[in-house]
C-alpha cells in the first residue's frame, strides 16, 4: 500500500504563487508517473501536469508557462509549483502516483481570490 501526504495549498490572491507538495511512503517498488490533477467545484477531475520518471512533463494547455512540476526520486516526492495564479486555478488539488497501479492523495484546496 502507498500512502501520498499533499501539503502546500492555500488561500492567495490574483497573480500569486503557491506551491504544492506530495510525498508518497508505504510499500513503494517503483514509482512511474505522478502528477497532479484538480477538480473545481460541480466539475470533473482533470489533468493539471504530468512527470514521467524520466522526467518528462506534460501541462494542461491551461496552466502552460504558469505551473511547473517537478520531481525528486531519492524522496519519492512530486511538487508543483504555480505562478501567475488566476481566480479559475480555484480547485482541490490532487496528487497522482503510479506504483504498479493508481494511487491518490485526499486532496488540498487552492483558492485564488481575484
Known amino acids: 500500500q502507498v500512502q501520498l501526504v499533499e501539503s502546500g495549498g492555500g488561500l492567495v490572491q490574483a497573480g500569486g504563487s503557491l506551491r504544492l507538495s506530495c510525498a508518497a511512503s508505504?510499500?513503494?517498488?517503483?514509482?512511474?508517473?505522478m502528477g497532479w490533477y484538480r477538480q473545481a467545484a460541480g466539475k470533473q477531475r482533470d489533468l493539471v501536469a504530468r512527470?514521467?520518471?524520466?522526467?518528462?512533463?506534460n501541462y494542461a494547455d491551461s496552466v502552460k508557462g504558469r505551473f511547473t512540476i517537478s520531481r525528486d526520486n531519492a524522496k519519492n516526492t512530486v511538487y508543483l509549483q504555480m505562478n501567475s495564479l488566476k481566480p479559475e486555478d480555484t480547485a482541490v488539488y490532487y496528487c497522482?502516483?503510479?506504483?504498479?497501479?493508481?494511487?491518490w492523495g485526499q486532496g488540498t484546496q487552492v483558492t485564488v481570490s481575484s
Open positions: 497522482w502516483v503510479v506504483a504498479l497501479r493508481a494511487y
Open positions: 508505504g510499500s513503494i517498488f517503483s514509482i512511474n508517473g
Open positions: 512527470i514521467t520518471s524520466g522526467g518528462s512533463t
